[in-house]
């Protein structure tokens, strides 16, 4: 007897589920695809627990007849496609014709399908593949399908999915995206009886995309539009500088209405953005990209969200140049007052201190003996070239806490304070030093416990994703134990009554960005590690460029004593740079 051997019908139908269906946001995907392919102008989409035990999908498309619906459950039965060479033409979002094959396999699932027109409608039960019921019953045109107890015939699969919270984040990652992509649709999001997104459906991308993000986004927006009725056309947002983010987690693009997870586009923003974009910071963008048909390869993954471009080059050079155009044609000028998320009041009750509170650290009564430390120097034979000449030795060293002794001169560029002693010119960056200076303070609050918080006047209304909102959710108390004084606060949004004292003059949304970008993606754990402080800390700290008066600068100096810090940034910056007196005498030939 040979040793290979014929699968049986329900091995196939497992092993092809398996490449369609990997969790329940890959039903998701599926079954609003065929809803929107149905032409459905209002789409619900409800789960419970994940999506784990309960999936519905409603929408008001234009329904199936009752042969139709059942042919729909057999392995490559669509109407999309009727040969080969209509793989080189695909402009329906489905078209293998495997979607609800592959989800009848490992879930029970039942479809209410009525065509628009008829009186009535039909019922399709099917369990692990089996259709075990078909009826005629009343239901609203358009088609409902529901789908229970995934996996509940492979339990050895059931056990690899992650948690609920987890798999309700997927779901809701994925139908943001789906909303962006067809804000003509009206798609409504309900997680265990909590609507969670509700676009309007009125064919607006910008009120799509505040459905998603909230208002605070508006005035951070750049409106990208190019080539229309032409065949490679763009339109969409791009964010302002304002609105890099630390992963490309919010970059969203769309070819031909499908959401797409391409690197290659990713490239070509960034390329085009490069020069206004800071490093490791990623551009903010909701791009729609039209262009033939046969131009584009959908039929690379079972999950179509992979494609590859005929003329790679072309494309790139077509998108790069139109972004570049938009952000030159829309030049960034920040508002004075930007939307904060509250009301906004009056200017006559807008109260703004003027003054840079540089002296915010308590200080410590205890003093502690002096130190020599070394400070960072550039070679002498990189600044100055050798001459020859055999001068005095140089002892680079500072007493580190005796900085309010040294004469101030000044600063240079706003960004760079120079002081002296008798023999050494010191060159501090006032950005690494503040941030340092903030980095020891809070991380020793935090090690201590002792926290201290500043009231928000009037407080701040963060409104989040639905996915950060559960990470936030999950790890609230961490936020309450740094000093965030927070609270849920309806919808997707939180309440900020008090920050940290340190961070009392940061940007909110900034910092809830970055702390965002370092959620655990596999289990949207949220912890606030030393790198999130030193992150939080360069928010907060004076940047270059602001100019500091001769009392700030010494406030600067006198808490730069007081603190005993070492001598460079978090990010192992030298704080300090020197040169001596004999060296600037060489220079100019005085000796």
């Not at 995934?150 to 995206?177: G, M």
């Not at 309440?495 to 961070?503: A, H, K, Q, S, T």
């Not at 030298?574 to 000796?591: C, D, H, T």
Request: glycine share 6%; proline share 4%.
């Amino acid at each position: 007897m040979g040793v290979i051997q014929k699968l049986d019908s329900k091995t196939i139908n497992q092993i092809a589920a398996g490449e369609v269906i990997e969790r329940p946001s890959s039903i998701v995907k599926e079954l609003v695809e065929n809803s929107i392919d149905a032409d459905a102008t209002a789409i619900t989409v409800e789960i419970e627990n994940g999506g784990i035990t309960l999936i519905r999908v409603t929408d008001n498309g234009v329904g199936m007849q009752r042969e139709d619906a059942e042919s729909s459950f057999q392995r490559h039965a669509t109407s999309k496609i009727l040969k080969a060479d209509d793989l080189n033409h695909i402009q329906t979002l489905g078209f293998r014709g495997e979607a609800l094959a592959s989800i009848a396999a490992v879930t029970q699932i039942e479809m209410l399908t009525r065509p628009r027109g008829e009186i009535s409608g039909s019922q399709i039960v099917n369990h692990g593949g089996h259709i075990i019921k078909v009826s005629e019953v009343g239901c609203p045109e358009g088609t409902t399908v529901l789908v229970r107890n995934l996996f509940y015939n492979t339990p050895a699969r059931l056990k690899f999915l992650k948690s609920t919270r987890s798999e309700t984040a997927a779901v809701s990652d994925l139908l943001a995206k789906l909303i962006l992509a067809n804000p003509q649709i009206s798609i409504k999001y309900i997680s265990n009886g909590k609507t969670i997104y509700h676009s309007p459906g009125n064919d607006s991308l910008f009120k799509a995309i505040i459905s998603i993000y909230g208002k605070d986004i508006t005035n951070q927006l750049i409106l990208v539009e190019a080539n229309p009725g032409h065949s490679f056309y763009v339109s969409g947002y791009i964010g302002k500088p304002s609105l890099n983010m630390a992963n490309r987690k919010h970059q969203s693009f769309f070819v031909n209405k499908r959401y797409v997870n391409c690197s290659f586009l990713s490239q070509c923003l960034e390329e085009a953005l490069k020069e206004q974009t800071m490093i490791n910071r990623f551009p903010w963008c909701v791009l729609n990209i039209k262009l033939p048909v046969q131009e584009v390869d959908v039929n690379v993954h079972p999950s179509k969200t992979d494609i590859r471009f005929r003329t790679p080059l072309k494309v790139k050079q077509l998108l790069t140049a139109i972004i570049r155009d938009a952000v030159k044609n829309q030049p960034d000028i920040p508002q004075l007052f930007p939307d904060l998320g509250y009301e906004r009041k009056e200017p006559s009750e807008v109260v703004i201190n003027e003054e840079k509170n540089i002296e915010v650290f308590c200080k410590t009564e205890q003093e502690k003996p002096s130190r020599q430390v070394y400070i960072h120097r550039e070679s002498q034979e990189e600044i100055f070239p050798s001459s020859g000449m055999n001068g005095e030795e140089n002892d680079n060293t500072i007493d580190a806490y005796e900085f309010t002794k040294l004469n101030i001169i000044g600063s240079a560029f706003s960004t760079f304070i120079l002081v002296e002693s008798d023999k050494q010119l010191y060159i501090i960056d006032q950005h690494a030093a503040h941030e340092r200076l903030i980095y020891e303070q809070y991380k020793e609050s935090i090690k201590n416990q002792k926290v201290l918080s500043q009231q928000m006047l009037p407080p701040y209304i963060l409104e989040v994703t639905h996915d950060e909102f559960i990470a936030i959710t999950d790890n609230l108390d961490i936020f309450l134990s740094v000093g965030f004084e927070m609270e849920p606060f309806g919808g997707k949004t939180f309440l900020i009554r008090g920050l940290p004292v340190v961070l009392k003059e940061a940007d909110v949304r900034e910092i809830f960005n970055e702390i965002l970008a370092h959620t655990n993606k596999a289990n949207r754990e949220l912890l606030l590690q030393e790198e999130d402080i030193i992150k939080i800390s360069c928010k907060k700290a004076v940047k270059a460029n602001d100019k500091l008066s001769q009392q700030e600068i010494r406030g600067l100096l006198k808490d730069l004593e007081q603190k005993r810090i070492p001598l460079t940034c978090p990010h192992g910056r030298p704080i300090m740079i020197s040169m001596s007196r004999y060296e600037l005498e060489k220079r100019f030939k005085r000796v």
